[in-house]
């Protein structure tokens, strides 16, 4: 009769098929991992690392910078996951497989710990805490390597058949006139039903095939071309393929002594201001999408394009400190503050404490760089007579140490700040051309907030502080390409404007090959 050919002898039967199972699916999943990076098209484990936090994120983030290391890096990556896979998958040298996988396994949850506050980034299919699937898997492998799965069906076992592998016995059966040295069994014949049993991979391998080929078959458009690339055994992250396009790092030039790209990220969107029209469910849309850990991506994604700058109003204040104290980026804000507040009916001023003064010691408290007072807030005053309000701010904002700015959508409100003899670091004022079909239409509806270009070009050309040109694409209806060429040519020193992570590498190129060009421009950089 057949006598043992491994240490597994004394498992059950039951036993046996759960051992051999969870190899055999540990493998199929980590072999999949690898080979759907390896079918990417420029996947890299890039972004994976650059948001790494915790102990070892420094060391990660280091990985990510060096080019050449990185390579090294993606290379192990896929075929790390790969080999281990396969080989898990068919039961060779699975025990040393095993230890590899709970090595690689071990690096990706060091890099996304699933603790408390260290979440951004990794959006999975199911909440972590502590434990994710990464950390299951490791003690899984434990498994696999301490109850010997190596010796359970598979290419290990058949060899081991074959080479008629001597086997310990175990020390109970020892008696005590028993040499120190363990005894010896011998495979003497194997079974045709053991022969078969080292082939029990055999139908596991060949279902595997036949769905990734059936997957790849029926893998639809969308698939293809906008599911986020899987980046870890574990865990999907932010899309960050499109970082490859870009041609280079917004340019940043000194309002004072502040440093700020010529490409300023507006933060209406983030905060669910659309400007939708007529398309009342959009806002909610909006909002929707970027929850929290989607502003975080934005604005990392911003700070990767050389973006070094967020306008924002103060509700967004403790969101940003958040992106700060996680460690996720550097992002400065320039903070817009209302004295107004709104109804059906319009608009109506909250009072210079309660409303402006208000958000603007809000602003300062949360760490803004420079507090510019609302468009519509100046229009208001300037209506109202109120232009003393906006001076008193201006000097409190001064006060402390920061940048002062005054915004406007009307060019009447900036030439009445100038007579009253305002003058901030910096002016906010709309600009945008009339060539798309809403700025026809006889009546406001939130279409048009540049009301006259011309004039705005001609007399923001007789000021000498920096402009910052916003609304500068109509809330959507002018292309970037164009509304960024129109603002740049016409005086614009920076051009502020809301927009998607998935736009923000093709805005960015926009304004590289717009400031690259031979710009067409009268007035003189004030920045």
Same mark, same amino acid.
Request: hydrophobic fraction near 45%; glycine fraction near 8%.
């Given at each position: ?18 051992? #051999? ?12 991992? @690898? ?63 095993? +230890? ?7 690096? !990706? ?10 979440? &951004?980034?990794?959006?999975? %299919? ?81 279902? !595997? ?12 458009? %969308? ?14 992250? &932010? ?8 041609? @280079?790092? +917004? ?8 440093? +700020? ?107 803004? +760089? ?11 005053? =300037?209506?109202? =007579? ?97 509304? #960024? ?8 020193? &920076? ?26 421009? %009268? ?5």
């Amino acid at each position: 009769m057949l006598q043992s050919v491994n240490n597994t002898s004394q498992y059950s039967n039951g036993q046996k098929w759960i051992l #051999f199972i969870l190899r055999v699916a540990i493998g199929w999943h980590l072999l999949f991992e @690898g080979i759907s990076k390896l079918y990417t098209p420029d996947w890299s484990a890039a972004s994976f690392l650059e948001m790494s936090g915790w102990l070892f994120g420094g060391i990660f983030r280091w990985m990510a910078s060096q080019p050449s290391l990185l390579a090294v890096v993606d290379f192990l990556n896929i075929w790390g996951l790969i080999l281990i896979g396969l080989a898990l998958m068919i039961g060779f040298q699975s025990r040393i497989a095993s +230890i590899a996988g709970m090595v690689l396994l071990g690096l !990706f949850y060091l890099a996304h710990p699933p603790f408390v506050g260290m979440d &951004f980034g990794v959006p999975t %299919e199911g909440n972590y805490l502590v434990v994710n699937k990464s950390l299951i898997e490791i003690f899984a492998l434990g498994v696999l390597v301490f109850f010997r799965a190596d010796a359970v069906w598979g290419l290990d076992y058949f060899f081991n058949i074959f080479r008629g592998k001597k086997q310990p016995v175990e020390s109970s059966d020892l008696k005590p006139e028993d040499s120190q040295e363990p005894s010896i069994q011998v495979t003497p014949y194997v079974s045709r039903r053991e022969l078969i049993k080292s082939f029990a991979t055999v139908p596991f391998i060949a279902a !595997f095939a036949f769905a990734i080929l059936h997957k790849k078959r029926w893998e639809s458009w %969308e698939e293809k071309n906008l599911i986020d690339a899987v980046t870890s055994a574990s865990a999907k992250t &932010f899309d960050f393929a499109s970082m490859r396009d870009l041609k @280079g790092q +917004i340019p940043k030039t000194k309002i004072n002594n502040v440093e +700020i790209s010529r490409l300023i990220m507006g933060g209406n969107l983030l905060s669910g201001w659309a400007h939708s029209r007529d398309l009342i469910y959009v806002s909610q849309l909006v909002k929707s999408y970027h929850h929290k850990d989607k502003i975080f991506a934005t604005l990392l994604m911003a700070e990767k394009c050389g973006i070094n700058t967020l306008l924002t109003n103060p509700i967004m204040c403790t969101m940003i400190n958040e992106y700060w104290k996680r460690g996720i980026g550097k992002i400065q804000f320039i903070s817009d503050c209302v004295g107004l507040g709104y109804t059906d009916k319009g608009a109506y001023d909250l009072g210079y404490e309660e409303g402006l003064m208000k958000n603007i010691k809000r602003a300062i408290s949360y760490g803004a +760089i420079s507090c510019y007072i609302q468009g519509e807030t100046t229009d208001y005053y =300037n209506e109202n =007579n109120k232009l003393e309000l906006i001076g008193k701010a201006l000097d409190y904002i001064r006060s402390q140490s920061i940048l002062t700015g005054l915004g406007a959508h009307r060019i009447e409100s900036i030439k009445a700040c100038v007579e009253f003899g305002l003058k901030p670091d910096f002016w906010m004022k709309t600009l945008h051309h009339h060539k798309y079909w809403s700025a026809g239409h006889p009546i406001w509806h939130d279409n048009m907030y540049c009301f006259n270009p011309e004039e705005t070009i001609a007399y923001m050309k007789t000021l000498k502080e920096p402009w910052i040109a916003f609304k500068t694409l109509a809330a959507g209806a002018i292309h970037p390409k164009d509304g #960024f060429r129109y603002a740049f040519e016409n005086g614009a020193d &920076f051009i502020c404007a809301g927009m998607y992570d998935f736009q923000m590498v093709k805005d960015a190129n926009y304004v590289l090959d717009i400031l690259n060009s031979d710009l067409k421009r %009268e007035r003189q950089w004030r920045a």
